[in-house]
């Protein structure tokens, strides 16, 4: 195991991943998030086997869970107001190792999993996580996030190893058929149904401006964004990501080209990695966008991650008084899909959350397992019985926009 922790290390010595959607497990992506915690603390790992020359790239990250300051009272399951499990639980806060990535939902935080078995697979987190929090006792649990879908084998052998399922949304992935050239072709797959529902959501769209932002205007609107995103992020069922203000303008530097990607970077005088200024901050073809009213004002604001063939909605917030007197949130979600049609990309992940909507737009929904085990056993063998007070999956109906 060689630990990746000062960013400059990741700019000389960390490897190149051998997939072509390395976006989240690239030395300048980690380096940020290494040197800005986005209320979560960063390391990278290589796990190298010398017999074989087989190498596993992952990402860690420590956060720690309390379950009344990070998760909603209305996420709850059915239980009592006054459930007192949960109140039992209010007072503390628990240090987590998460094996995995919180900024993106998906696979996406490792490469070289897929070349284990699932015997190997199921063997080797547990270590790593082992060996890590017998470095730093202070852990008090182990959450492997998003590694393996649902129904895959090694999820099910990370069970019989005192893992518990946790419950989670599923993330919701849109396929874009090679077909969709513009949005046009993609409106010609759906049912008249659905096709009206567009174009009513895109008729209340009227006196609302969007543009993309280049790094002078996000420098410009920084304060106004984040305070877009904390209002908008208030209202989920669970955050353990808590951005900060810096989030916005290194978003601004992810130059989007047909699926590929790019992010300027540099080392400053300290030795420190980061990212420079590109040098016309008005150009370039990020996938980051304003929305405005008819004042100027800005009333929201998406993002999107180009990732290989996949791309990424991203945070985004919004002025509440929009969502619905102008569809803000559904004709957003339009928005990017048609910047990921432009973009030929084939998947267009729109995250977690708001699973209904996404579904009515085309998406389909994908399970990916979140695992925890509790390092003292006592802790361990009673999560069963705190997590339903903790947190419910919500119940919702899937829809199918697309002609048959």
């Avoid at 290589?46 to 998760?71: E, M, W």
């Avoid at 058929?177 to 659905?194: F, G, H, R």
């Avoid at 399970?367 to 006592?378: E, F, K, N, S």
């Amino acid at each position: 195991m060689h630990r990746f922790s000062p960013a400059e290390d990741l700019k000389t010595a960390w490897p190149e991943a051998g997939r072509e959607d390395n976006f989240w497990i690239s030395p300048e992506t980690l380096a940020f998030q290494v040197n800005q915690p986005q209320g979560l603390e960063t390391e990278a790992i290589v796990l190298f086997n010398k017999q074989d020359d087989r190498q596993v790239l992952l990402t860690t990250q420590t956060f720690y869970f309390n379950a009344a300051g990070q998760v909603s009272n209305s996420a709850k399951g059915d239980t009592s107001n006054y459930d007192f499990r949960r109140r039992l639980l209010t007072p503390f806060s628990f240090k987590v190792l998460c094996l995995g990535q919180f900024l993106t939902s998906g696979p996406f935080a490792q490469d070289g999993l897929h070349r284990l078995s699932s015997s190997e697979a199921a063997d080797l987190l547990p270590a790593v996580a082992a060996t890590l929090t017998a470095c730093n006792p202070s852990y008090v649990a182990v959450l492997i996030k998003d590694l393996y879908p649902l129904t895959d084998p090694v999820t099910q052998e990370l069970q019989t190893k005192k893992f518990h399922l946790l419950p989670a949304d599923p993330v919701m992935e849109l396929h874009l058929e090679k077909n969709w050239e513009t949005m046009d072709d993609y409106l010609a797959s759906l049912t008249s149904k659905y096709r009206v529902r567009y174009r009513r959501a895109r008729s209340k769209f009227a006196g609302i401006s969007r543009r993309r932002l280049s790094s002078r205007d996000v420098a410009f609107w920084r304060d106004r964004m984040y305070e877009l995103y904390r209002s908008t992020s208030a209202g989920a069922d669970f955050n353990a990501a808590n951005l900060t203000p810096a989030y916005f303008p290194w978003l601004a530097r992810v130059r989007s080209q047909k699926k590929k990607w790019t992010l300027e970077a540099a080392l400053i005088p300290d030795g420190q990695f980061t990212l420079a200024e590109p040098p016309l901050p008005e150009a370039g073809d990020n996938l980051l966008f304003g929305y405005f009213n008819a004042e100027g004002e800005m009333i929201g604001f998406t993002s999107a991650i180009p990732n290989g063939s996949v791309m990424h909605a991203h945070y985004l917030g919004m002025e509440n008084s929009y969502k619905h007197s102008h569809h803000l949130y559904h004709n957003m979600l339009f928005d990017l899909l048609e910047d990921a049609i432009a973009g030929g990309f084939n998947k267009l992940d729109y995250g977690r959350t708001a699973l209904e909507i996404k579904s009515s737009i085309g998406a389909v929904a994908v399970d990916y397992a979140c695992l925890i085990m509790a390092r003292p056993r006592l802790i361990n063998w009673l999560i069963p019985f705190f997590t339903s007070a903790v947190y419910k999956a919500p119940e919702w109906t899937a829809r199918n926009p697309f002609r048959q």
